[in-house]
């Protein structure tokens, strides 16, 4: 029962402070806050399965995110038909190419056994492969790069709805998990750690430079959203009226027609974004609640029993007869697909695609604070690492802005030491965030909610 108490006082408190947010600053900044953070929870959830069930370390996680956004623009964009048509057939050719490669070299594996021969025959498929590609490859990209390069350049994607991609988004991930998983899962901890890394450093360069496929590093705006746009609820007669409804003791005190028009266009514009936000919350937060529930009975079934037997002793769970391998790869994947999941939202509630801000060496480690100062192997800690991590990765300038102020207050506004503190209070978010770890690593060493074992 106390455990349950701590979750409830702790996500009170992350309401209360997301609430104090939007009464001191705006209701839109607080809702902002209010997405990102349950896209971050769904991230920590991913990187909890597998570090929190299965001991796995996978810093790989800004490469599966990308692919969850690259998945909304392959499926979410019309295609472009001019791209299709000087290169669109070369491109599919060369997919089946790639395809073919991999079967070939499968086959070759398990129908011959390991000597020179074998090595030779499979160096022989991929040399020949890539030649091919190349051939093929090369002057269809250039024509498809060639149209239209300010607009598109790119194939554009199945004109599908956008919610549609956040599921395609979880099966790249997991695809993609799936064979690093069969290549790197037999490596030791750390060099499982440096691997992930690095292949997330290959996959996020291959979707910055390769233009054909998603623009790279020009980007693609203006995708599909799955709720209203703010500039159609504007136009919307029956949410002016609504607004005009809910606004109507404030307006009552104006007395000028046109300076209560004003101030009704304004609340118009104002409650669009809220709007907005709140029905993007309300996507996010079913996604969150309906992996939670999934996690949580996945978490203390068999199964999940089995995960953590495995993770807290290897050798003991091999030796009663449990396949480790195949364990840890299943979580692997699992995991890697909701990572892709919580990429595809953050693409979706941005509106745009932008290869150049996945950057491994920097954000994946802000995805495992959250999992650290959450608690790992505890769902909830996940989450509440999520919430609390990024509510002072962004709140941090704001707050560190007030207490600067408050306490050189009495200095003139000319004082260096004032002026150098105020230009620098966005960067105290890193000085913040290092603080509450070492306090949180300090007194609460297993996460602000450890993980919970349930003897049956």
Request: proline share 3%.
């Amino acid at each position: 029962m106390k455990q349950y108490l701590n979750v409830v006082t702790a996500y009170t408190i992350m309401i209360i402070l997301i609430i104090l947010v939007g009464i001191f600053q705006s209701w839109s900044v607080a809702l902002s806050i209010l997405n990102y953070c349950l896209i971050s929870a769904v991230m920590t959830m991913g990187a909890n399965m597998q570090w929190g069930y299965a001991g796995l370390i996978n810093f790989g996680i800004m490469g599966y995110t990308a692919l969850g956004g690259l998945a909304v623009v392959l499926v979410s964009v019309a295609p472009v038909p001019q791209a299709w048509k000087v290169g669109g057939v070369n491109m599919m050719v060369c997919m089946a190419i790639i395809i073919g490669i991999v079967f070939s070299v499968r086959y070759t594996l398990k129908k011959i056994q390991k000597s020179k021969k074998r090595n030779y025959i499979i160096a022989g498929i991929i040399i020949i492969g890539f030649i091919l590609l190349r051939l093929i490859s090369g002057p269809a990209i250039e024509s498809i790069e060639a149209v239209e390069p300010a607009k598109t350049g790119f194939l554009g994607g199945l004109g599908m709805p956008v919610l549609f991609s956040w599921i395609v988004g979880a099966f790249f991930a997991g695809g993609l998990a799936y064979i690093i998983g069969k290549i790197a899962l037999g490596l030791r901890a750390d060099y499982l750690a440096i691997a992930t890394l690095l292949i997330a450093e290959i996959i996020v360069s291959i979707i910055k430079h390769e233009d054909w496929l998603a623009r790279g590093v020009k980007n693609v705006i203006g995708l599909k959203r799955p709720v209203p746009y703010e500039i159609d609820l504007q136009a919307a007669p029956w949410f002016i009226n609504l607004v005009e409804k809910f606004n109507s003791g404030k307006l009552k005190l104006i007395n000028s027609v046109s300076e209560r028009q004003d101030v009704l266009n304004q609340l118009v514009i104002d409650a669009s974004s809220v709007y907005v936000k709140l029905c993007m919350a309300g996507l996010f937060l079913t996604v969150v609640v309906t992996l939670l529930i999934i996690t949580q009975k996945a978490l203390y079934s068999p199964w999940g029993r089995k995960m953590r037997a495995i993770r807290d002793n290897e050798e003991a769970a091999s030796a009663m007869g449990k396949n480790v391998v195949k364990e840890h790869l299943l979580i692997f994947i699992l995991g890697s697909a909701v990572v892709g999941i919580a990429g595809a939202m953050m693409v979706t509630n941005d509106g745009l695609f932008t290869p150049g801000s996945y950057r491994p060496m920097r954000y994946t480690f802000v995805i495992w604070v959250m999992v650290i100062v959450g608690g790992t192997g505890n769902n909830f800690g996940a989450i509440l690492g999520g919430f609390v991590v990024w509510f002072l990765w962004v709140e941090a300038g704001p707050m560190a802005l007030f207490l600067i102020n408050f306490f050189t207050g009495h200095l003139p506004e000319t004082n260096a030491l004032k002026i150098h503190l105020i230009e620098s209070a966005s960067y105290f978010r890193f000085l913040m965030i290092g603080i509450g770890l070492l306090v949180i690593m300090r007194y609460r060493p297993q996460g602000i909610l450890p993980e919970k074992i349930v003897k049956n």
